[in-house]
């Protein structure tokens, strides 16, 4: 059974839309972040990196992983969905996947930190990665206006790394974002389509946080 360790966030979102793609059976555990649950050793045991997500697959021998992009090609590889086994389909999914994890999702979390979250407000700081993410949409507006998802013709893991994040641009993000992803009509398309499947939506909807 695979458990994935996980929060209310784009990144560990991106690993409850694959599972749902794929319709395996998963538990969930919640790693509270506000709590600074990250830290706790029984956690860093499994992701040393101190950050959701990190999913356990089976027991004896388990295979414990963090980092997303590692968990989604793990998943599609033992799935054999959403990532071409070989050839030039395979390393453009891989290539904009590690797009996401490497450049959108490190720059629009830098913009809710700088923007949103930290208590003093450094106009540089808020500036620069304003246009890091202006230019990361622009990216993907490019690369959307000549192909139906973001490694080509298939939805991949590509489109559900990048789907929890470039939602924030419209959404958590709007105030910085939002006029200009008004005006990219492929990203447009993109989002309905990729936010209609079922799958997204259920993934999108985990972890359910109780609060008692
Ligand atoms: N590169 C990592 C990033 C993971 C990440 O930044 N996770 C955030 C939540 S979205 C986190 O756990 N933050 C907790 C912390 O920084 O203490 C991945 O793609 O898995």
Redesign the pocket.
């Known amino acids: 059974m695979i458990t994935l360790y996980t929060?209310t966030?784009?990144?560990?979102r991106?690993i409850s839309i694959m599972l749902e793609e794929l319709g395996v059976p998963y538990n969930v555990k919640v790693?509270n972040?506000s709590k600074?649950e990250?830290?706790d050793p029984a956690f860093t045991a499994i992701s040393p990196?101190?950050?959701?997500?990190a999913m356990v697959d089976g027991e004896s021998p388990a295979v414990a992983l963090?980092?997303?992009?590692a968990?989604l090609t793990y998943l599609a590889e033992k799935y054999g969905r959403f990532l071409p086994p070989s050839g030039p389909a395979r390393y453009k999914t891989l290539e904009w996947l590690y797009w996401q994890?490497g450049g959108l999702?490190?720059m629009f979390?830098q913009l809710g930190h700088f923007g949103i979250f930290a208590k003093e407000k450094l106009p540089g700081a808020i500036q620069r990665y304003v246009e890091e993410g202006e230019r990361l949409l622009n990216v993907m507006e490019r690369q959307l206006e000549t192909h139906a998802f973001l490694a080509g013709d298939d939805y991949s893991i590509a489109d559900m790394a990048a789907y929890p994040w470039a939602l924030n641009a419209d959404t958590f993000l709007s105030e910085f974002l939002g006029d200009l992803v008004a005006t990219m009509p492929a990203v447009q398309r993109w989002l309905t389509t990729v936010g209609e499947r079922p799958a997204v939506q259920r993934g999108m909807d985990v972890p359910v946080i109780h609060t008692d």
């Open positions: 929060y966030t784009p990144n560990g991106k790693i972040l600074r990250q830290f990196n101190n950050k959701i997500p963090f980092e997303s992009g968990i994890v999702g490190p979390g």
